[in-house]
């Protein structure tokens, strides 16, 4: 049942599961023709420990209260073998982790288990479990574009194009990037140029200083913000953490973001800048590739509107049941 519950593909109607009351000589002959072509099952490893911190909140629910466990399994639509697994509670944990991860593509169905598990956890336990499920239904390949570039020195920042319609969105690919893996990596949102300080300087010196600022917070560096650039030269950056520095295109002109991300990343090659790309904006990508950069990444595939609008459905469905507990 373990070794069930760590199968993602099956071949559907090949070796059709047998009916709960089929014979027990039956049952032994299906799940030793469906096991009989693997070897040792071989997953990603950080695939497996993001489903089994999930299974760990779930281990926690069904001590705390099984039949809530048990229906949210019912609502994914988990068949009779896989619900009698749960309630033997024999690789339960994980099986159930591994259908919750898959249910984030199918974002009402998420929801609806999460709510049957609200009774079972405390408010901080379900906060963490939606904040490690609401990666899941960002595309893989799409998330590696968020993934810096590894060399023999270490790794190099990328300037990454995202066409999506919010930040939220840019964390969700940056999170299913690392497995959503807490605390390996850091991320904010420059403010919109209305919020910026209004002087005479040049735009560029004004998304410069903006830029800096923030940077204190995605470094966790010393909050002494007055030495501006100053205070952060010479900073490497913190074992295990990715660093992202997300911008609008549409608060900005292009040529200002590049040649202020170009000029940050000559002191730390390492961060990472999203650029964030608003329906009316997925154009500029030609103007960025005007500028030839090596390290520009077009995130492909991109978020559909539907995608986004599921995302968004999903996000603010969890919002709501986590407002239901405080």
């Excluded at 004004?206 to 600022?213: H, K, P």
Aim: negative net charge; hydrophobic residues 45%.
């Amino acid at each position: 049942m373990t070794l069930q519950a760590a199968i993602e593909d099956r071949v559907q109607g090949v070796n059709p599961i047998p009916s709960a009351d089929a014979p027990i000589r039956v049952i032994i002959d299906w799940a030793m023709q469906e096991f009989a072509h693997i070897g040792v099952v071989t997953r990603c490893p950080d695939v497996q420990r993001w489903a089994e911190r999930i299974a760990d909140y779930l281990d926690q629910a069904a001590k705390n209260a099984t039949k809530s466990v048990e229906r949210a399994a019912g609502i994914l639509g988990m068949d009779e073998i896989r619900l009698a697994q749960i309630k033997a509670r024999v690789g339960s944990d994980l099986l159930l982790a591994y259908e919750l991860m898959a249910a984030a593509k199918r974002g009402p169905l998420l929801s609806q288990a999460l709510g049957e598990l609200q009774p079972a956890l405390d408010g901080r336990s379900l906060e963490s479990l939606i904040q490690q499920l609401l990666p899941g239904w960002v595309e893989d390949t799409a998330a590696k574009c968020f993934l810096p570039d590894k060399s023999s020195e270490g790794f190099a920042g990328r300037i990454i194009f995202f066409p999506a319609k919010g930040m939220w969105m840019a964390s969700h690919h940056v999170q299913r990037a690392l497995f959503a893996r807490p605390g390996s990596w850091s991320l904010r949102e420059l403010a919109d140029e209305d919020d910026l300080p209004s002087d005479d300087r040049p735009l560029v010196e004004v998304l410069m200083e903006a830029c800096v600022q923030e940077l204190y917070t995605v470094f966790l560096a010393h909050d002494d913000r007055s030495q501006g650039l100053d205070g952060l030269i010479g900073i490497t950056p913190s074992e295990g953490v990715k660093d992202y520095l997300v911008v609008s295109l549409a608060d900005y002109p292009a040529e200002i973001i590049v040649e202020v991300a170009t000029e940050l990343q000559r002191y730390f090659p390492w961060l990472n800048f999203i650029l964030l790309a608003p329906p009316d904006h997925e154009d500029a990508i030609k103007e960025i590739e005007v500028f030839n950069l090596a390290n520009l990444v077009n995130v492909e595939p991109a978020p559909t509107p539907v995608s986004q609008m599921a995302a968004y459905r999903l996000k603010k469905s969890t919002d709501q049941l986590l407002k239901s507990c405080s």
